[in-house]
């Protein structure tokens, strides 16, 4: 068990809709990335969070948008969703922007757009 | 970033070491390379890590060669809990640009 845990695990959600995924990173960590992972693809990285600031993005659109609190623990918004975005969503944690980056990944959310 | 490649798929006997190959002949001084596995639709499990020497822990061996340009997980005694999607993947170790960029990885099949 790598301690990383998000919320809700299944989320089912219409055309347009908005939604929030959360996740909270492994104890020690500060940390957070997230990835979208399509059925039967690798996990593609959207972006990650590191002193309350996104310090770096994947090709992603504007309507993916995240947030970091203080207690290390974020959040992944993504509005007027398509289709496209049902995948499933992964949250990995790991510490600072130095030295090894080694992730340790939650259990991901699996949202489903209809 | 560096690119890795990896074979699609291969098949293990259980019991038998298991060794999946990766080739990075791209890879930058300054790249580690990682192993993750996922299991059917969980999230991705770090297996272990190296730069430049083999490295062992309690899951895997990694065998990396002297120029850099390709690795080997070994998994020991393989067993049915082993099945799933090995990644291999190369990253930078400082700076605001390490990320992970991730392929379509290995399925192993552990056969009984």
Known sequence: DAGVTQSPTHLIKTRGQQVTLRCSPKSGHDTVSWYQQALGQGPQFIFQYYEEEERQRGNFPDRFSGHQFPNYSS??????LL???SALYLCASSMGLAGPDTQYFGPGTRLTVL | ???????????C??????????NH?????????????????????????????????????????????????????A??????????????????????????????????
């Open chain 2, 25 to 77: 002949s791209t890879i930058s001084g300054n790249e580690y390379v990682y192993w993750y596995r996922q299991i059917h639709s969980q999230g991705p499990q770090y297996i272990i890590h190296g730069l430049k020497n083999n490295e062992t822990n309690e899951m895997a061996s990694l065998i990396i060669t002297e120029d850099r340009k390709s690795s080997t997980l070994i998994l020991p005694h």
């Open chain 2, 13 to 22: 006997a259980e019991g038998r070491a298991a060794n999946l190959p990766c």
């Open chain 1, 83 to 85: 289709l496209g975005d």
């Open chain 2, 1 to 11: 970033d560096a690119k890795t490649t990896q074979p699609p798929s291969m098949d």
């Open chain 1, 75 to 80: 959040e992944l918004n993504v509005n007027a």
């Open chain 2, 79 to 112: 067993t049915l809990r082993d099945t799933a999607v090995y990644y291999c993947i190369v990253s930078r170790n400082a700076g605001n640009n390490r990320k992970l960029i991730w392929g379509l990885g290995t399925s192993l099949a552990v056969n009984p």
